[in-house]
């Protein structure tokens, strides 16, 4: 298995553009995670999927920020417009619902720079 | 409001020795916490986990101490290597896989 993918791996852009982030999941998990992580805040995680539905979105920040799960391999998560202060690593990551323990595996990340 | 306090922020442990990082959680409806490793460059990937039904885990040179009651967990780390040195992230999972994450643990092992 090829583990989560994400696309691009590196972003730079300036305010004010909208920016597109991509995941693919491990075939097979059923729950999808974004998250986002800086050196003030750590880890936070901004939404997450089960099944392609969206099931908690309270830690995305502003409505700036959307997520789309149209199918069980693929997502989106994009920033409109972008602001310098965005600038961070974005990880996705999948879990399948029905293994016995809640490990979730991660993507390699996309470093996102907002001038 | 942090629902998981870890610490310290960084460590620093020669080689051989024991490195130590420990964790608190308020939510009593967490049932699954895991230990993540990151190294530079890469997202996060387990390294070890605990149910809070058992007090240890080990694995290997890793060792998940939990005690339900102070709502507190730690890892240790035995005869630390420098290829240990990671960030380390402690995380508690409610049942529906949603997680909570520390504010992770940088450490230095040095040869």
């Known amino acids: 298995d090829a583990g989560v993918i994400q696309s691009p791996r590196h972003e730079v852009t300036e305010m004010g553009q909208e920016v597109t982030l991509r995941c693919k999941p491990i075939s097979g998990h059923n729950s999808l995670f974004w998250y986002r992580q800086t050196m003030m805040r750590g880890l936070e995680l901004l939404i997450y999927?089960?099944?392609?539905?969206?099931?908690?979105d309270s830690g995305m920040p502003e409505d700036r920020f959307s997520a789309k799960m149209p199918n069980a391999s693929f997502s989106t998560l994009k920033i409109q417009p972008s602001e310098p202060r965005d600038s961070a690593v974005y990880f996705c990551?999948?879990?399948?619902?029905?293994?016995?323990?809640?490990?979730?595996?991660f993507g390699p990340g996309t470093r996102l720079t907002v001038l | 409001q942090q629902q998981v306090k870890q610490s310290p922020q960084s460590l620093i442990v020669q080689k051989g020795g024991i490195s130590i990082i420990n964790c608190a959680y308020e939510?009593?409806?967490?049932?699954?916490f895991p230990w993540y490793q990151q190294f530079p460059g890469k997202g996060p990937a387990l390294l070890i986990a605990i149910r809070p039904d058992v007090s240890e885990k080990k694995e290997g040179r890793f060792t998940i101490s939990f005690n339900k009651s102070a709502k507190q967990f730690s890892l240790h780390i035995m005869d630390s290597q420098p290829g240990d040195s990671a960030t380390y992230f402690c995380a508690a999972n409610t049942n529906a896989g949603k997680s909570t994450f520390g504010d992770g643990t940088t450490l230095t092992v040095k040869p």
């Open positions: 990551a999948s879990r399948s619902t029905g293994s016995s323990y809640n490990e979730q595996f």
């Open positions: 999927f089960n099944n392609n539905v969206p099931i908690d």
């Open positions: 939510n009593t409806a967490f049932d699954y």
